[in-house]
């Protein structure tokens, strides 16, 4: 049961309090990745007792919740009637919220092809830098009256706003999934995902990971079974698991802690980095390539910039170094303006995303 | 309003310094083609149009104009249906027309990088030899131009399953009023810094100039069927719908047309509508044979459960495309039985189509003005055509009030005044309904951060504070909406 809980007069007074004083806030959710970004330092502003869900109906392929609402809560609901968030939001923890799955932007294994976050958010209710409640987008799948401000807030970090509401596109849940193993070196499973992503097969996740290929298949039976015979390789038990642990960094790849984790983001048919290979894990067809690794920062930009990616110090914190990739001077500035225009006062989790802002 | 401004003699001098005589079009003759959009209701001429080739051409307009104030209206094929390309009278046009060229088609990354003017159809025949297309596709694909749905985040009868525009390109390559060139986005699954891609599709040229589109091509289906079934009752039609996604399948096209629209749509293009019907459904499934197959089943035992009379499927790929041909065509089917007409494009939540359908037929006696209803019912984007006829003193006004209030009903079961055309100028006062001082004040700061001299496309899309108030006055005289929260001017 979501507890119907509405504190929104009571984060507005801390805003508009912030606002006439000045004083930074952090905004805080279930504080489950607050290892991500930047450190701010503000009052601490507390969202997750703000919880409810306020329309779901399976149906109309939506469902809008405070944001406080957790996670799992909502993705048990959703599993009650045979639906998902298709973009498989991490989870980690039971506190996750679903206002800082919007915030943070972060999708899961099934981001290539099922779309991310903001491809699935339609509409959000915030308290603005003026200090007001205002709602944009809204619970259908078409709508571009005004700029579009819900996709402009997703992954903004909590920086241009407080996310009240946020109204989400849900999917049907395959009825069929199957999960292969092929063990190869790293080119051929390059070669295989390229070779894979101009067909038709069902393919809903990838991961290489210690010489093997991952491989799931999501859709009607018929067609996950035909792919199955046409591409061979095992079928793997506790397939869910595997893809969860993965989603929700429980894997044992992600229980390193003695370096910092860096995530790499390449266009899909990026080859095979030798300087990345070793401890690193590829997700996404080849779009996102998890690596453990002590190479100087300049030197693993350097390699990102190369392969046209960016890197993120996704865990662990280097001295001195912004975890989110250096932008290009115009469009540093233009997101600057937008900041200050959007949070005059500068008061929400400042420098959060970049020091300057 | 039909009589050019004299132009600004500095503005031409430097406008001849960037560009050749020939692609500066000034005499009244010239410019009359560019006077409005698909909306032809309304009509201004600019001072005059420009028509570079290259980026640097448009940075230095956009320089020129900055420098000097004058207002830009950014223009790609000029089908838009809000008045968002209408010309601003002090300023000029930009005609994005000749940035023609594919420019790459890239197999691997599975992505197609496109000048703005390039029309949407052309990109997927470009690339169907490769068993690739370029999935978002407006009912004006023949025509209209990827910068343009760039603009307005066109959407078309497939986005159920494949999306928006928003959805469906990967970068732009943006010139902003201060002639800076600018790469926004990737094609990358995510991008650092926040998410502009997003915050420019549908922006409506008010942001800056798109001047370059990377594009996601998807991979084709192997099989695509189309059903289309009659129904005696609206209602059942609309259940159908809700019943076909609540049990898991996302058709890639599911499109409503009302008796009025079926009739024009049968006699203008022959499809095989049942002119009795008061509704029909075509739904159009996708993917492998199997897939296909086992959909179809499904789909068909529905709408037998919601009271289809005959459920029909096209046995081969002309029937399949006759039947798209009668919904592709309606608008200009509409065009045949009635002088004029008004398109609108209000999107609500499915539950409430029956509702919203008896509530526009209320209207539609309330006004004397005929209704036909097409509607992407998948995705709950509406489009009811007005009948009127511009010659009969009032019928246009008249036709916008009905309008209007089909959209403030959109608004209040929970929907939007515009799915995919935009608000251009059209929708200014409609805007007032669906958002408040909050919301405006918001907007106004995001065009501050891009434009602090609204010079890009100036007065359309986001309404001032003073206007809705006036509008709200006006409407609280009426009894209806207000905003209570914002000082009278």
């Not at chain 1, 984060?11 to 991500?36: M, R």
């Not at chain 1, 970090?157 to 989400?168: D, P, R, W, Y």
């Not at chain 2, 009912?139 to 749905?149: D, L, M």
């Not at chain 2, 006004?367 to 992407?376: D, E, I, K, R, T």
Request: net charge negative; glycine share 10%; hydrophobic share 40%.
């Amino acid at each position: 049961m979501i507890a119907d809980n509405d504190i929104t007069s009571t984060l507005q007074e801390q805003v508009v309090a912030g606002i006439a004083a000045n004083q930074p806030l952090t905004i805080i959710g279930g504080g489950s990745k607050a290892f991500y970004g930047n450190e701010t330092q503000g009052t601490a502003l507390h969202v997750s007792p703000h919880t409810g869900v306020m329309a779901y109906e399976p149906s109309e392929l939506c469902i809008t919740a405070r944001a406080g609402t957790r996670l799992q809560d909502i993705e048990a609901l959703l599993a009650a009637n045979g639906q998902k968030l298709a973009f498989e939001p991490p989870c980690f923890s039971a506190t996750s919220t679903i206002g800082g799955v919007v915030a943070a932007g972060l999708s899961g294994p099934a981001r290539p092809w099922a779309g991310s976050v903001r491809d699935h958010v339609l509409g959000v209710k915030l308290i603005t830098g003026y200090g007001k409640v205002a709602s944009f987008g809204g619970q259908v799948m078409k709508n571009v009256a005004g700029y579009d401000i819900s996709r402009l807030i997703t992954g903004s970090m909590g920086t241009l706003g407080v996310i009240l509401e946020v109204s989400l596109k849900v999917m049907p849940r395959p009825v069929t999934e199957l999960t292969l193993a092929l063990e190869m070196p790293s080119e051929e499973a390059f070669e295989l995902t390229t070779t894979m992503r101009r067909s038709t097969f069902p393919l809903s996740a990838t991961c290489y990971f210690d010489g093997c290929l991952y491989l799931r298949l999501s859709g009607v039976p018929s067609h996950v079974f035909a792919s199955h015979r046409k591409i061979g390789g095992e079928a793997i038990n506790n397939a869910d698991e595997f893809w969860l642990a993965l989603r929700n960094q429980t894997h044992e790849f992600f229980q390193q802690y003695d370096r910092p984790l860096w995530r790499l983001s390449f266009p899909p048919a990026t080859n095979v980095i030798s300087r990345l290979e070793g401890n690193s894990l590829v997700e996404w067809g080849g779009s996102q390539r998890w690596v453990y690794t002590n190479i100087p920062v300049n030197l693993i930009r350097n390699i990102a910039h190369k392969g046209d990616g960016h890197a993120t110090v996704y865990r662990g914190s280097l001295p001195g170094v912004n975890p989110f990739h250096p932008l290009a001077d115009n469009l540093r500035n233009v997101q600057q303006r937008l900041k200050q225009a959007l949070d005059p006062h500068g008061i929400f989790n400042p420098g959060r995303m970049y020091k300057d802002w | 309003m039909n009589t050019a401004t004299t132009p600004n003699p500095a503005l031409l001098q430097q406008l001849k310094d960037i560009l050749p005589e020939e692609a500066i079009l000034t005499a009244k003759e010239d410019l009359h083609p560019y006077e409005c959009d698909g909306l032809t209701a309304y009509r201004h001429l600019p001072l005059a149009v420009v028509l570079p080739t290259t980026t640097e051409q448009v940075q230095l307009i956009l320089k020129t104009c900055s420098r000097l104030k004058v207002p830009v209206v950014a223009r790609g094929a000029g089908t838009g249906l809000s008045g968002g390309a209408l010309p601003h009278e002090g300023g000029i046009v930009l005609s994005l027309a000749r940035f023609k060229q594919i420019l790459e088609i890239d197999t691997a990354n599975l992505h197609a990088r496109v000048q703005p003017g390039v029309r949407n159809l052309a990109i997927s025949q470009a690339v169907d030899h490769l068993g690739l297309f370029y999935a978002p596709d407006p009912s004006s694909q023949i025509a209209c131009s990827i910068g343009g749905n760039v603009a307005e985040n066109s959407g078309g009868v497939h986005c159920l399953k494949y999306g928006l525009t928003v959805h469906n390109i990967l970068e732009i390559q943006l010139v902003t009023i201060d002639g800076e060139l600018m790469t926004i986005g990737n094609d990358r699954q995510d991008t650092p810094g926040y998410d502009l891609l997003a915050l420019l599709t549908g922006s409506e040229g008010m942001l800056g100039v798109v001047v370059e589109v990377l594009v996601r091509l998807t991979v084709k289906p192997d099989t695509v069927q189309v059903l289309m079934a009659d129904f005696a009752a609206v209602n059942d039609a609309g259940d159908a719908v809700a019943a076909i996604i609540s049990k898991g399948i996302i058709p890639a096209g599911l499109e409503m047309m009302d008796n009025p629209a079926i009739r024009a749509a049968e006699d203008f293009i022959h499809a095989g509508y049942p002119i009795d019907a008061n509704a029909i459904l075509l739904c159009e499934l996708d993917g492998t044979e199997d897939e296909v197959s086992e959909q179809v089943a499904r789909v068909s035992a529905i709408l037998k459960n919601h009271r289809a009379g005959t459920i029909h499927i096209a046995k081969t790929a002309a029937e399949r495309a006759r039947l798209w041909a009668g919904r592709k065509a309606a608008f200009p089917a509409v065009g045949r039985i009635s002088p004029d007409y008004y398109c609108m494009d209000g999107t609500i939540p499915r539950k409430h189509l029956a509702h919203v359908l008896n509530k526009i037929n209320d209207y539609s006696q309330q006004y004397g003005l005929g209704v036909a209803n097409v509607f992407h019912a998948g995705d709950g984007n509406l489009h009811p055509l007005i009948l009127y006829d511009a010659n009969r003193t009032g019928e246009l006004e008249k036709a916008e009030r009905f309008g209007a209030d089909i959209l403030e009903l959109c608004v209040k079961v929970g929907g939007s005044i515009t799915g995919e055309h935009g608000v251009g100028h059209e929708k200014l006062d409609s805007m007032c309904v669906q958002f408040g001082e909050a919301e405006l004040e918001v907007f106004h700061a995001v065009k501050r951060a891009f434009d602090p001299d609204e010079l890009l496309n100036p007065g359309k899309a986001v309404p001032t504070l003073h206007r809705c108030a006036e509008l709200g006055a006006m409407h609280v005289h009426h009894g209806q909406l207000s905003h209570p929260e914002l000082p009278r001017f």
